[in-house]
């Protein structure tokens, strides 16, 4: 079974450093889709940023992007120039065209130190 | 437009009661997915529907039902409700894979005691 895990249940930053969240995942797929989300104290989820498998370069949007490493099945998230918005749950995700099931890791809470 | 809509948003219930969650999607999306959020456990997959009509098992599915009868509407039913099935309820959709983007409703936060 696919499995999603993130090893850093917390991190701090301090406002406008950079800071990278790991995420590494198990698969025997070939064709398969990374996320990121976020859930700030609202609750509400948002999509940070997408990754497909067979594309080699790595995903960015603005501020956020990652670090694919599909050998080492690893898929790290760096956010430049934090800010205070950026606090919040930041969880890793994984799904594949074969099963359509969509599995998150256990989330890494992320702090901004002003 | 309503996205996604989960209802109720706060519940209380006793041990051994039973109820449905509600999840309705107003943008036509063939997947709906179901969660449970418990701290420190991130998400876990309990069922989820590619289809009206369609449905399967996910990572945590003893203890939950679901049917899936319109596009829209994507309930999930506890029969028999334990304390372990407290916790915070999503309901999220896709449009046509599961490869994009989810929306999710904003939860429902379940208390059985």
């Known amino acids: 079974a696919q499995t999603v895990t993130q090893s850093q249940p917390e991190m701090s930053v301090q406002e406008a450093e950079t800071v990278t969240l790991s995420c590494t995942y198990d698969?025997?797929?070939?064709?398969?889709?990374l996320f990121w989300y976020k859930q700030p104290p609202s609750r509400q989820m948002i999509l940070v940023i997408r990754?497909?498998?067979?594309?080699?370069q790595n995903a960015t949007e603005n501020r956020f992007s990652v670090n694919f490493q599909k050998a080492a099945k690893s898929f790290s998230l760096k956010i430049s120039d934090s800010q205070l918005g950026d606090a919040a749950m930041y969880f890793c995700?994984?799904?594949?065209?074969?099963?359509?099931?969509?599995?998150f890791g256990k989330g890494t809470r992320l702090h901004i130190l002003p | 437009n309503a996205g996604v809509t989960q209802t109720p948003k706060f519940r209380i219930l006793k041990i051994g009661q039973s109820m449905t969650l509600q999840c309705t999607q107003d943008?036509?999306?063939?997947?709906m997915y179901w969660y449970r959020q418990d701290p420190g456990m991130g998400l876990k997959l309990i069922y989820y529907?590619?289809?009206?009509?369609?449905?399967d098992k996910g990572e945590v599915p003893n203890g939950y039902n679901v049917s899936r009868s319109t596009t829209e509407d994507f309930p999930l039913r506890l029969e028999l409700a334990a304390p372990s099935q407290t916790s915070v309820y999503f309901c999220?959709?896709?449009?046509?894979?599961?490869?994009?983007?989810?929306?999710f409703g904003s939860g429902t936060q379940l208390s059985v005691l």
């Open positions: 698969t025997s797929e070939s064709d398969y889709y």
């Open positions: 529907s590619v289809g009206a009509g369609i449905t």
């Open positions: 990754q497909e498998a067979y594309k080699q």
């Open positions: 999220a959709s896709s449009y046509w894979t599961s490869n994009e983007k989810l929306f």
């Open positions: 995700a994984y799904t594949s065209p074969r099963d359509d099931k969509i599995i």
């Open positions: 943008m036509n999306h063939n997947y």
